[in-house]
């Protein structure tokens, strides 16, 4: 609303007052969420580190202490009923840059198994990055990880033009990486135009609502937006507004005025022909036109000219609603 005006002002100069002109834009709405899977979930509680003896009192796992071998016994322990197949997501705290840290764990029908928190994703074909792939693009003694020092998207980019060498613009590719400490993370790409692979968006976890969040990243989206040109300000953004009929009192007056009969085609006598089918939508380019205060909630009484057999003037009641 702030800069199409100038736009329609340069390639639209000269209109006639009340002309409405309906623009299509490509319009940058950020970043966009997605719910794509739902999982059980229990969260660890101090008393359960606290029944090992290497965890009392830190109530953390660590690298010494990992949580792979502790968590599938305290699984057993506090559900002895799971059926095979059966899932469950963890949430643990690891001494670390990043404290809380999540798992998903499957039971077999014997034991429970880290599964690396891919099932229920919508994702196609998602690649999990080996050991060979650190050490291709970072070199050797990476940790098979990446870090705040060596984030992936400086290097996972280059490395996918030769991982998908026949990819082509518009092509997707999910690649599962561990970051130091902490775990899976998730990260899509797109191949562009240019021919470089793109993050456009990023797999995460979220424990408030029980769901994985697909984020999708500089989300651009069709939209539309309404315009109408006056005499005194050129083009102005129209909010998306309707007029219904209503009894309510009014809050507004207006009047039509030869103008208005000639802006909506009934200049030659100056008069509405009733009954007219259009009226309504008639008196609402009127009042679009004349007045740029419009807001949700006014009620204007408007008096006109109707021929029926005659002139007289008539009045209605019109409110200003929301175009939803």
């Known amino acids: 609303k702030e800069f199409l005006p100038y736009f329609l002002d340069e390639k639209f100069f000269s209109y006639t007052a009340g002309t409405e002109m309906v623009v299509t834009f490509a319009n940058y709405i950020g970043s966009s969420y997605e719910d794509v899977a739902d999982l059980e979930e229990w969260e660890l509680q101090d008393a359960n580190y606290d029944m ?80 060979a792939d650190y050490d291709s693009m970072l070199g050797t003694g990476n940790y098979g990880s990446f870090s705040s020092y060596d984030p992936p998207e400086d290097y996972l980019p280059d490395w996918m033009l030769t991982k998908y060498p026949s990819a082509v613009n518009g092509d997707k590719q999910v690649i599962i990486y561990y970051w130091y400490g902490e775990g899976d993370r998730y990260a899509g790409f797109t191949k562009s135009e240019t021919g470089t692979w793109t993050k456009t968006h990023t797999i995460e976890y979220n424990w408030d609502t029980g769901d994985f969040n697909v984020k999708t990243l500089s989300v651009t989206e069709d939209a539309q937006a309404l315009f109408k040109f006056t005499t005194t300000d050129g083009w102005l953004f129209v909010p998306p507004l309707k007029f219904v009929e209503t009894t309510v009192a009014y809050t507004r007056q207006y009047e039509l005025v030869d103008a208005d009969y000639e802006m909506v085609g009934d200049g030659k006598y100056n008069n509405f022909t009733l009954p007219d089918v259009n009226l309504v939508a008639k008196i609402s380019t009127i009042l679009k036109a004349n007045f740029n205060d419009l807001a949700v909630g006014d009620i204007f009484e408007v008096t006109y000219k109707g021929y029926s057999g005659g002139v007289s003037d008539y009045t209605i009641n019109l409110e200003v609603l929301l175009d939803e």
């Open 52 to 131: 090992f003896a290497a965890l009392d009192g830190d109530n953390y796992f660590t690298s010494s202490t990992p949580a792979d071998d502790y968590i599938p016994l305290l699984l057993e322990a506090n559900f002895p009923l799971v059926e095979a197949g059966d899932e469950m997501f963890v949430k643990y705290n690891y001494k670390g840059s990043h404290y809380e840290t999540y798992t998903e764990m499957t039971f077999d029908g014997t034991v429970w198994t880290f599964t690396g928190a891919t099932s229920g994703l919508d994702v196609d074909n998602a690649y999990e990055l080996e050991d």
